[in-house]
C-alpha cells in the first residue's frame, strides 16, 4: 500500500470468537483526536475505563485495569508478576490456552504441575484437589472458557478447593467476560485476565486485569525481580 492510497479494508461480517463486530459508537470513538497520557481529560476517561471493568468483572479490586496489549499480555502479566523461581504452579490444561499458560510458568522458573482433562471436557474438581494434596502450590490457574472446545468450566468448587489449600486462583477469562457471569469477588479469584475483542465486542488491543489485595500483597513480598 502507498501513502496515498486511502486504507479501505472490505466489509466483514465476524462471527469468531473474536475479533467481533463493534457497534458504530465504538468506530466513532476511535476516530476522535488524541489525547496525551497526562491529559486530566485522558485520566477521567482511565477511571471510568477501571470503574465500568470492576462492574463487569464484578469486583471491588482496586487493581483493575486494562493493559494496552492483547489478552496473552493479560495471561503474561498474571503469571509472571505472581510466580517467583521455584514457587510450585498448577495449571489445569483441557485445551490450547491451558498449554500456553503451562509454557509461561516454565519460561519463569515455576515448577509445573499439570492437571489434564481431555480436550471436550472441563477439569475434574476432585483432580485439582489430589494436585494440591501432592504439592505445595501457590496458585491454580484454570480457563474459564476454553475456546479451543468451546467448553465453560464450572469454577465455584475448584475455587474453594484452592481457596482451602491456601493458594492464588488466577483465571483466563478470555471469551467469557461480557458472554457469562464471571463473578470475581464472589469466587475469589485472585488474578483474572481478558481481551476487548470477544464478548465485550470492542476492538483488539486491551486487555482487562484485575487483581484481588491478597495478589497485590504477594507481588509486593516478592524476593526476585519480575522476570519480564
Ligand atoms: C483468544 C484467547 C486468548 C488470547 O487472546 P489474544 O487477545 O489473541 O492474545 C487467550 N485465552 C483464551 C481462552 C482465548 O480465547
Not at 481431555?118 to 494434596?133: C, F, H, N, Y
Not at 479451543?148 to 475448584?158: A, C, F, N
Amino acid at each position: 500500500m502507498s501513502i496515498n492510497t486511502e486504507l479501505k479494508p472490505t466489509p466483514r461480517i465476524l462471527m469468531g470468537p473474536g475479533p467481533s463486530d463493534v457497534h458504530p459508537r465504538v468506530l466513532r470513538a476511535m476516530a476522535t483526536p488524541l489525547l496525551g497520557h497526562l491529559d486530566p481529560e485522558y485520566l477521567g476517561i482511565m477511571d471510568e475505563v477501571m470503574s465500568m471493568l470492576r462492574q463487569v468483572f464484578r469486583t471491588e479490586n482496586e487493581l483493575t485495569f486494562a493493559l494496552p496489549a492483547p489478552a496473552s499480555a493479560g495471561m503474561e502479566a498474571g503469571l509472571v508478576n505472581l510466580i517467583e523461581p521455584g514457587d510450585e504452579v498448577i495449571i489445569c490444561v483441557n485445551g490450547f490456552f491451558g498449554n500456553r499458560m503451562s509454557d509461561i510458568v516454565e519460561r519463569c522458573g515455576g515448577n509445573l504441575v499439570r492437571v489434564d482433562a481431555p480436550w471436550g471436557s472441563p477439569i475434574d474438581p476432585e483432580q485439582v484437589r489430589t494436585a494440591l494434596e501432592t504439592c505445595k502450590a501457590k496458585l491454580v490457574a484454570i480457563v474459564h472458557a476454553e475456546t479451543s472446545t468451546g467448553v465453560l468450566q464450572p469454577l465455584d468448587e475448584i475455587s474453594q478447593i484452592v481457596h482451602e489449600a491456601g493458594a492464588l486462583f488466577l483465571v483466563d477469562a478470555v471469551t467469557s467476560l461480557g458472554g457469562v457471569d464471571v463473578r470475581v469477588d464472589d469466587r475469589g479469584i485472585d488474578a483474572i485476565y481478558s481481551c476487548s475483542q470477544k464478548c465485550l465486542s470492542a476492538p483488539p488491543g486491551l486487555s482487562p486485569v484485575s487483581f484481588s489485595l491478597k495478589a497485590v500483597a504477594v507481588i509486593e513480598g516478592r524476593k526476585s525481580k519480575v522476570n519480564s
